[in-house]
């Protein structure tokens, strides 16, 4: 887990995740932008994950290809192989997650988020096997999620590993139905975060993400809020 994650300090530092990689600079959730994230000596990369026809879990953002690579059509449409006839704009091809982790090799965290449906098991396949057999810990690996049912499901089937609820907004009940669900964290957009949500959060043991932070004076907002991990698409700027 981040630093910190489980036992909290005056003097702990905001720890850095790269946003879909180095993504300011190379083509995110591109095996070249988490090279340059891990180069920069990120705490830990965010990433996305769609299953594809053929059932593989493969890192792209979009429930599309159109806009990152010179095809069309859903990620859920195509075959792995398929998949891997188009080419990304910066000329490699859709990285799959376990390309993704054997490129991470344990250095850093990695954060999944399950972006599309029928996610949760064939991620906890995943790490379950890198944990069991490649030397991995379960504390390498976040998983989160805007879908709490499917963040649910994989928590049902991997306790082992920290969940973290994605939201848009403040909820009525602040950060209750986070530990109701059993995260350990929750990640919200900076245009929503204030003090009162923090120390909510703070109070029942959960961390504070907040994304995309790319600028100083967010940066340093946020560490005046106390939040503990920023999501960053320039991870060297801080």
Request: proline fraction near 2%; charge should be negative.
């Amino acid at each position: 887990m981040l630093r910190g994650i489980d036992e909290r300090g005056k003097d702990l530092k905001m720890q850095i995740i790269a946003h879909r990689g180095a993504s300011g600079y190379e083509l995110e959730n591109s095996l070249s932008s988490f090279k340059k994230a891990i180069e920069m000596g990120v705490d830990g990369i965010e990433l996305d994950v769609y299953r594809c026809k053929t059932g593989e879990l493969v890192v792209i953002h979009d429930e599309k290809i159109n806009r990152v690579t010179n095809g069309t059509g859903y990620v859920q449409d195509f075959t792995l192989d398929e998949l891997k006839s188009f080419d990304l704009k910066n000329g490699e091809k859709i990285p799959t997650l376990n390309e993704v982790l054997d490129l991470v090799n344990k250095k850093i965290i990695v954060d999944i988020e399950l972006k599309g449906e029928n996610t949760g098991e064939p991620v906890e396949q995943a790490i379950k096997d890198y944990a069991q057999n490649k030397g991995w810990s379960y504390y390498n690996f976040l998983v989160t999620s805007f879908n709490h049912i499917e963040l649910r499901h994989f928590h049902e089937l991997c306790d082992e590993v920290k969940i973290g609820v994605l939201i848009s907004g403040i909820p009525i009940g602040y950060t209750q139905f986070a530990k109701d669900l059993g995260a350990k964290f929750v990640v919200l957009s900076k245009s929503f975060i204030n003090k009162k949500f923090v120390d909510n959060a703070h109070a029942k043991n959960l961390q504070v993400f907040v994304y995309t932070i790319n600028d100083v004076d967010d940066f340093e907002k946020m560490k005046n809020l106390g939040v503990d991990v920023i999501i960053t698409n320039y991870p060297d700027r801080f």
